[in-house]
């Protein structure tokens, strides 16, 4: 059974940085299209990218070129880069298959705001 643990969340101001870190066990992320997701007050759990299994990656149109999703595969790691970040971002972020699997890991909030 797959685990994800998130991490690296928390306070940052607009047009501000925020990387993102997720410890996978019970699969091997070189051989997973891994992806991030996230889910905003009220709002339903909605995709933010993957990394599929050749490194290629892909995002929703709301990154907007602001976020690059990452990989260590010596690590069994998956990130997110995320770069001028706006309110709208404010969400608990979490990662996960790109065909995702149940349990979802407790993810890790971030908040954006002056």
């Known amino acids: 059974q797959a685990h994800f643990v998130e991490s690296g969340g928390g306070l940052v101001h607009p047009d501000g940085f925020s990387k993102l870190s997720c410890r996978v066990s019970?699969?091997?992320?070189?051989?997973?299209?891994m992806a991030w997701y996230r889910q905003a007050p009220g709002k339903p759990r909605q995709w933010v990218g993957v990394?599929?299994?050749?490194?290629?990656?892909y995002y929703a149109d709301f990154v907007k070129g602001r976020f690059i999703i990452s990989r260590d595969n010596s690590e069994n790691m998956v990130y997110l880069q995320m770069t001028v970040l706006e309110s709208e971002d404010t969400a608990i972020y979490y990662c996960n298959k790109n065909d995702p699997v149940d349990p979802w890991g407790q993810g890790t909030q971030v908040t954006v705001s002056s």
């Open positions: 990394v599929e299994m050749d490194g290629t990656t």
């Open positions: 019970g699969l091997t992320v070189r051989h997973t299209a």
